[in-house]
């Protein structure tokens, strides 16, 4: 599996920005020279330089510093939205596919009532209302990002729940909650995965959609959708503030969407 | 046909009940004193006390919601805690200006997006087909806050020949419409490749290249008509997540439409114009998808017996 696995392009590629996102994250204060809220307003916005390689913002503060420093953000927010929206998801979307009737009802029409939003309108509607904070992010996201999953882990269960070995665990006397959790759940991990790979890549989004909107991270801790929503007033004089910020965003959501294509190729033996 | 109709049309009650349900709870979302939130802390009594009567806030919970669910059969959303105009008015002085955006990034996306996915089948698994995919991979990952900037860069301060923003005329439309459709050209072009892989498959198509026909008159008038199909579905819900994509776009481009609407109402914490907002979007979303699946049934006729 891992010998496949590394011969998808895919995979290499997706697991190479995640790691590279992980690096930047956990070892942004080794790697930058300058500290993240560090000013120097007299240098402000000047051109990339040996001492400052991706240049300096309005108030003179090493945009380098800051993109790594705001890879902590998207990969704490991305890692968390995406962690609460599978659990939920799995739990949610399992429990409506085993129990079926009344609960599956609920569910799916709670479900098409949240997909009547479409994409992040309701996250963003979530965020204003409760007021901008990290965790608020987080729910924000998470209050749309568990009807894919669920829907997912539904769709599955109805189709393994049928399959011989379901009905011997039953007919054994198995209670619900064990044929759920030992024999139904295993079975749909693989294309929860996926999702998940792609879920991750869309939080990431996300929370920079909502930052870039004043929904998300507050001055001065550094985000990449606040310092592109900075940026736009100095397209003109610095576009530097707008460029690394933004490649940032384009590489880590292309490497994970990457991975989720070569997963989904690895893991899923019908395509 | 008729049944069918019926069908969806009753479907979508409780789904119109729900949406409006949610967005008035939003207001019950903030935390601590509403009221507060939107006047700030320094507000006088006396006006707090008229804004929540305004807003019906004094009422018992349930009331509040009758009232609620009671203005909205007459479109009565509110007023604007700012310019104190009707919600409503306000939203439909900024829907042309948003519909015109989506419409512009549709053609824009259904132009790129139809040469290249029919391109990416024909040539399946050779460097043109993988390029286009690639390129495809790079919209979809591109969010518009990205695309935008990049954008304006290139052409209206590198090049100088369109608007940074604002809506004075044909050529301003041009970066804002570019930025919402390249995205949505990106995940259509997949869609477009994957159906048109899918039709290439079948016997009718094996049958007319038997029969000798041209393969270009094959792909476009036999394949492609019928891959659309699915596509036509997609589009649907793409032009509803254009709404949403709009917030963004038009901020950045002080696009005077729903979105930016949406983005100053958040800014200057007017909820009850927010409210009007969310809804209308998710109502329009939900519009859009309801005529995309009868347009789908009445073109494919196998749909309304499923």
């Not at chain 1, 705001?70 to 799995?90: E, F, K, P």
């Not at chain 1, 991750?200 to 990449?224: D, K, R, Y």
């Amino acid at each position: 599996m891992i010998g496949r696995a590394l011969r998808l392009p895919g995979i290499v590629v997706g697991l190479a920005v995640l790691v590279a996102l992980v690096v930047a994250a956990a070892g942004a204060p080794l790697l930058s020279r300058h500290g993240p809220t560090e000013q120097a307003l007299r240098e402000g916005l000047r051109a990339p330089s040996a001492a400052h390689p991706f240049g300096q913002d309005r108030l003179g503060r090493d945009v380098l510093s800051r993109v790594l420093h705001g890879a902590r953000v998207s990969l704490w927010v991305g890692t968390l939205a995406v962690g609460v929206s599978v659990t939920i998801g799995m739990l949610v979307g399992s429990l409506a596919g085993a129990l079926g009737g009344i609960v599956d009802d609920l569910v799916m029409r709670l479900i098409d009532i949240l997909q009547a939003f479409p994409g992040i309108l309701l996250a963003i509607a979530a965020a204003a209302a409760l007021g901008p904070s990290l965790l608020n992010v987080v729910l924000a996201l998470s209050l749309i990002g568990w009807v894919g999953y669920a829907r997912l882990v539904r769709g599955q269960i109805l189709v393994v729940r049928e399959m011989d070995y379901v009905h011997a665990a039953a007919a054994l006397g198995a209670r619900p909650g064990r044929i759920i959790f030992r024999h139904l759940l295993p079975n749909v991990l693989a294309p929860v995965i996926v999702e998940a790979s792609f879920g991750m890549a869309g939080a990431i989004v996300g929370e920079a959609s909502l930052s870039f909107l004043g929904l998300g991270t507050q001055p001065p801790t550094p985000s990449w959708g606040s310092m592109l929503n900075e940026a736009r007033n100095y397209l003109l004089v610095a576009p530097h503030l707008a460029i690394f910020p933004g490649l940032a965003v384009m590489v880590v959501v292309l490497g994970l969407n990457f991975l989720g294509d070569g997963l989904r190729d690895l893991l899923d033996p019908r395509q | 046909m008729k049944r069918y109709l019926a069908r969806r049309l009753l479907l979508l009650v409780p789904v119109v009940w729900g949406v409006s349900t949610l967005v008035f709870l939003l207001i019950h979302l903030i935390p601590g004193d509403p009221v507060e939130v939107m006047l700030g802390e320094t507000a006088l009594a006396a006006d707090k006390e008229a804004l929540r009567k305004e807003l019906r806030l004094d009422l018992p919970l349930g009331a509040q919601y009758v009232e609620f669910l009671e203005g909205l059969t007459t479109l009565n959303l509110g007023r604007s805690l700012f310019t104190r105009q009707p919600v409503w008015d306000t939203i439909r002085a900024a829907l042309p200006a948003t519909a015109q955006l989506a419409v512009a990034a549709l053609a824009i996306a259904v132009a790129i997006a139809l040469p290249l996915g029919t391109l990416a089948a024909v040539k399946r698994n050779t460097a043109v087909d993988r390029g286009a995919m690639f390129l495809a991979l790079l919209g979809v990952s591109t969010p518009t806050f990205v695309l935008a900037p990049l954008l304006i860069l290139a052409f209206a301060i590198g090049l100088g020949v369109v608007p940074v923003s604002g809506r004075t005329g044909p050529a301003s439309l041009v970066l804002p419409a570019l930025t919402l459709g390249v995205g949505m050209a990106a995940i259509l072009s997949r869609m477009v490749r994957s159906s048109l892989l899918e039709v290439l498959r079948q016997d009718f198509i094996v049958m007319a290249f038997a029969k000798g026909l041209p393969r270009r008159r094959v792909v476009v008038r036999h394949a492609l008509r019928n891959a659309l199909i699915p596509v036509l579905t997609l589009l649907g819900l793409q032009l509803g997540g254009l709404l949403s994509g709009a917030i963004i776009t038009e901020t950045i481009f002080a696009w005077p439409g729903l979105g930016r609407l949406m983005f100053q109402a958040i800014q200057s914490r007017d909820y009850p114009l927010v409210q009007g907002c969310v809804l209308s979007i998710a109502l329009t979303y939900v519009l859009v998808n309801l005529a995309t699946d009868l347009l789908y049934s009445l073109v494919d006729p196998r749909v309304r017996h499923r």
